[in-house]
């Protein structure tokens, strides 16, 4: 037989483009359109549905970017296509793809959200056009609104172009209206569609030797054979008819099972802003109802308590809709989050925050205790967090970000993923690679070849849908799952809920399964760490000022001194600082627009938060003229103890300023003329801590071009370029308020940078503030410590713990790390000495080892200050920035956990009477205290959140400074675990490595 393969799959493909997709829609009649502008942004039904329309007609200019326009379009349904199916059918001039364009929301005339529409769902069905979102008839009058939102194009295939998508782009309509009709919808040559791109999309995946495949062709063939051109419609039946055998063949008994699910990943916030988040989850949702009512078979996982909760306050009836298809079973609550957030850079509270604040909306709203985290696109996963996952009462993990990997491939799909406590999570990675699958036959035969456990397991998940800006799945992709639900040689698909999967996923492989352990670092996107630089140190400053309020107002209220703790600010705080966590935006890779609304969102909350500090710091303090000094943090200082007030103790030897040398008995610190530090010298090591021939403090800028993705990556070749920052416009000493203090102001390029360096009395460390006036465009500034320490890993704080990484690269898997996030700290050593590096508000380091010729080895901790990428905000971090920083010498872990907590908790001072004895006290220092507040059900009860800071077991007694009735174990959600003794009013525990530990003490 000669191989006409291409011949038949080019036919096709043109068949399908000009014959078949336009007779979808068969006689139609205009709609009468009127339209009103919003002259602003968007208002709520009610007041839209009140104002005056005006008339229109297609080719209507509408929307300038981000703005609303609201069309009301009405008509008579001919009572001649009595029987036929019937659709109102809607182009609002879309160009891209779904959540990437323009996208409406149609409205009754009571102003109650019907379904969305986008460039892939153009239609409103009859049945839910008629009064109040009843069916309408043939011969009935119809009318109904349309919000139209004017979401401007976004060029993600340039995604390197210097747009600001996050500005208003005037007053110019970007869109024209291009259809409204009411038409007849040939469901038959819909359905004739979906069987050829099936078929053809299986065969394309097979071998040119498989029969199958010739047997497909074949049956494509004869289909398109009697398919009448000047008949489409009234042949497509017969056209159908001649793939009826290709499309009952079963699949293989041992074809891959795939459990798939509905999705629309929907990122709370990227590339447009949250108010227009607000809508896309409304209009998703109202697609995902509408579209169960027709497919009862639809599950659709729904994460995010967060667009929940938006759904909740903004749109009652899609509400009202959710909560019936979650109790139907047709939406599911996944995740168990209150939004699908970063990993890397929240903090260990606000981390756990994220179950805590998500759990319970899910529990409270439906009574259901989610099991699964589902976080598929965030930018790596922080290895606290299977200890976490177990803590909230989940257990199971999902995500498929890690193919993304430039460099290692992941080796497993299913498998155990062990935390650094040692806690496991029965883990999956879809093998599909996408969250947003079609369910075309490339993409199934993709994930059953791609499968890792490929003959010892045999079932994976796929998320099916459009998603990143909504919409969902659509009636072609559930219709398409119904066609390769049992297919030869094609996956079985299966549409089922997550829980069934991982059940099922669990009881065939858990005892067989792999083990991860550690971090599972992204291999991509490792600029996060640094993009944005307002927003991290807005969230940074947030987390340390909400446990700064929970710790004193509970102290307070504890010790009768303030009368309320204020439980709903704080749970509304709490949530603003959560949102601001989301996967695009903590990390920086959203629009201006979302940066901006997010800088001055941390404001205000910073204002609110320190009222209540100082609320309840003024009633703990009482009235007097002494000044107290409040310490926050879980480690004394200053003679004042940790989460305690008093006066503090004298801090050491005074300093000294003479010739360029700081010195404070402990350390003494010789600057140049430069206004760098040629030597650190420790004097109680009698040791030299700056790397011979090196300086420290050094400015590094580097030409930062990656290939792709400007805020979000950094590719290793951007080291291949670096200027070292040494031109000094002045350097000024001086002693400040008994502080050996330098200042060093640089200019460079366009941008300036003034650097303040500080020696206190009796501290190890060299304190340093930054700031930037930065007007730099594609550069990347840093700066370098190279120290005299041979180290072959480095350790990073992380939540609840801290990671060792290796210094040098021996495996494609090490050099990948170039780039890495720690928080508060990092810290590399060898055995008997260590230098940390702590920081108030940065995230990206990385760190390096040279062999010298001395025979040495420098290792060389880099800070990562400030970027300048172009997209998606081409003015990212311009303007003036303070961070700070402080080089730790002679420090161990344990020093660079205390110095990291001092720099983010600085000291309170407060006038007034007497100090405040630490509402608990803790007997072993690598016993930290993360968390103090008083218990989320109002019973007045005391929780603290400690953890195992140092890696190894830990024996420590937690007393209060109140009298306990009982204390208990809880999980994060502060629901019993176990019984705890109480004796001498204390409680005497064992940690292992990690381990973090919730206590719930009573009050008497």
């Known amino acids: 037989m000669h191989d006409d393969r291409q011949l038949i799959e080019e036919r096709l493909k043109r068949a399908l483009r000009e014959r078949l997709r336009p007779a979808i829609y068969g006689a139609a009649v205009p709609l009468d359109i009127e339209v009103w502008h919003a002259p602003g942004e968007p208002v709520s039904p009610a007041e839209a549905l009140a104002q005056t329309y005006e008339p229109a007609a297609i080719g209507l200019p509408w929307g300038p970017a981000w703005g609303t326009a609201w069309f009301k379009f009405s008509g008579q349904v001919p009572a001649e296509w009595a029987g036929r199916e019937i659709e109102a059918v809607i182009d609002l001039g ?17 102003g109650r959200p019907l379904k969305g529409l986008h460039p892939r769902q153009t239609y409103a069905p009859l049945s839910i056009l008629g009064p109040d979102g009843t069916a309408a008839s043939p011969g009935d ?16 295939d340039n995604a390197y172009a210097k747009v600001d998508i996050g500005a208003k782009l005037g007053e110019t309509p970007i869109y024209r209206l291009t259809r409204a009709d009411l038409a007849v919808f040939n469901a ?9 791109e099936a078929l053809d999309g299986l065969q394309r995946e097979l071998s040119l030797q498989d029969p199958r495949r010739r047997e497909i062709l074949r049956a494509l063939s004869r289909s398109l054979d009697a398919l009448d051109y000047e008949d489409v419609a009234g042949t497509a039946a017969d056209a159908r008819a001649q793939l009826t055998d290709v499309l009952s063949r079963p699949a293989h008994a041992s074809a891959h099972q795939l459990s798939a699910v509905g999705h629309a990943h929907i990122d709370s916030a990227w590339l447009w802003p949250l108010r227009e988040t607000r809508r896309k989850v409304a209009r998703t949702v109202s697609n995902v109802a509408t579209l169960a009512e027709e497919y009862p078979e639809l599950v659709f996982a729904f994460s995010q308590a967060q667009q929940h909760a938006w759904v909740k306050e903004n749109y009652p009836e899609v509400w009202e809709r959710l909560k019936k298809a979650v109790a139907e079973g047709h939406i599911v609550p996944v995740g168990g989050m209150w939004v699908e957030s970063d990993t890397n850079l929240p903090g260990s509270e606000a981390l756990a925050r994220q179950f805590v604040h998500g759990k319970k909306f899910f529990l409270d709203e439906y009574g259901i205790d989610t099991q699964e985290v589902w976080l598929p696109d965030s930018f790596g996963y922080t290895a606290a967090l299977p200890q976490l996952v177990k803590l909230s009462g989940s257990k199971w993990f999902l995500t498929q970000k890690i193919s993304w990997n430039k460099e290692n491939k992941f080796p497993h799909h299913t498998f155990w993923w062990e935390g650094l406590d040692g806690t496991r999570v029965f883990t999956h990675f879809p093998p599909i690679d996408t969250y947003n699958s079609d369910l075309s036959g490339r993409e199934l035969a993709h994930a059953q070849r791609n499968f890792q456990e490929n003959g010892a397991a045999t079932r994976s998940l796929v998320p099916f849908g459009y998603g990143d800006g909504g919409g969902g799945p659509t009636r072609e992709f559930v219709a398409t799952a119904r066609r390769v639900a049992n297919l030869e040689s094609s996956p079985q698909v299966t549409i089922e809920s997550p829980t069934e999967f991982f059940t099922a996923a ?15 670092y992204l291999e991509i996107h490792r600029a996060t760490y640094t993009s944005q630089a307002k927003t991290k140190q807005g969230n940074r400053r947030t987390e340390h000022l909400l446990r700064e309020a929970e710790l004193w107002s509970a102290a307070a209220v504890v010790a009768g001194k303030l009368d309320a703790y204020p439980y709903e600010d704080l749970d509304r705080l709490w949530k603003v600082a959560l949102l601001h966590q989301f996967h695009d935006i903590l990390p920086g890779s959203s629009i201006s627009w979302v940066h901006r609304e997010a800088e001055a969102t941390y404001a205000r909350i910073a204002d609110e938060l320190n009222a209540i500090i100082a609320t309840a710091q003024q009633a703990l303090a009482g009235s007097g003229d002494a000044q107290i000094v409040f310490n926050a943090a879980p480690h004394s200082r200053s003679g004042v103890p940790g989460l305690g007030a008093g006066v503090p103790a004298g801090e050491g030897q005074a300093v000294t300023v003479e010739n360029g040398v700081l010195d404070n008995g402990l350390i003494r610190v010789t600057i140049d003329e430069r206004g760098l530090i040629t030597s650190l010298y420790d004097v109680e090591a009698s040791r030299e801590v700056i790397a011979p021939g090196a300086v420290g403090n050094l400015l590094q800028l580097h030409v930062d071009t990656p290939n792709h993705w400007d805020a979000w990556d950094v590719d290793s070749f951007y080291k291949n370029n670096v200027r070292d920052v040494t031109e000094v416009d002045s350097v000024d000493f001086s002693t400040v308020d008994g502080v050996a203090t330098v200042v060093v102001k640089r200019s460079f390029n366009r941008s300036t940078v003034t650097q303040t360096l500080r020696v206190r009395p009796g501290a190890k460390r060299v304190d340093i503030e930054t700031e930037m006036d930065w007007h730099e465009a594609e550069k990347f500034l840093k700066a370098a410590y190279p ?16 990671i060792f990484r290796p210094t040098h690269q021996n495996t494609s898997w090490d050099a990948a790390k170039f780039e890495i996030a720690a928080h508060r700290w990092v810290h590399v050593g060898e055995p008997g000495y260590g230098v940390a590096v702590v920081n108030d508000s940065t995230y990206g380091h990385d760190i390096n080892r040279t062999a010298r010729e001395d025979g040495g080895t420098t290792t060389t901790i880099r800070t990562s200050l400030i970027r300048a990428p172009r997209f998606p905000d081409p003015l990212t971090d311009q303007g003036v920035h303070t961070v700070n920083h402080a080089l730790v010498v002679g420090a161990g872990i344990g020093e660079a956990i205390e110095e990291g907590y001092r720099i983010n908790l600085p000291e309170r001072v407060v006038t007034g009477a007497e100090g405040v004895a630490p509402i608990v006290a803790v007997d072993n220092d690598s016993v930290i205290v993360e968390a103090l507040k008083l218990a989320d059900d109002q019973s007045g009860d005391v929780v603290v959140r400690l953890y195992e800071s140092s890696g190894g077991r830990s024996r420590a007694t937690v007393t209060p400074s109140f009298q306990a009735a009982s204390v208990t174990e809880v999980d994060l959600l502060e629901r019993h675990l176990a019984d705890r003794d109480l004796q001498d ?19 008497s």
Do not use: C, M
């Open 94 to 110: 879309f160009s891209g793809g779904p959540g990437f364009s323009a996208e409406g929301l149609v409205h009754t005339t009571s």
């Open 141 to 156: 009058r119809i009318e109904f609104y349309v919000e139209g939102a004017a979401n401007p194009e976004i060029p993600l």
């Open 188 to 196: 038959e040559v819909w359905d004739l569609i979906l069987d050829l």
């Open 506 to 520: 669990e009881d065939e492989y858990r005892e067989h399964a792999p083990v991860w352990s550690g971090e599972l």
């Open 787 to 802: 120290v005299d320490v041979h180290a072959d890993r480095s350790a990073s704080e992380t939540q609840f713990g801290h």
């Open 985 to 1003: 009013n204390g409680v005497t525990f064992e940690l292992r490595p990690f381990q973090i530990l919730t206590l719930r003490f009573q009050r």
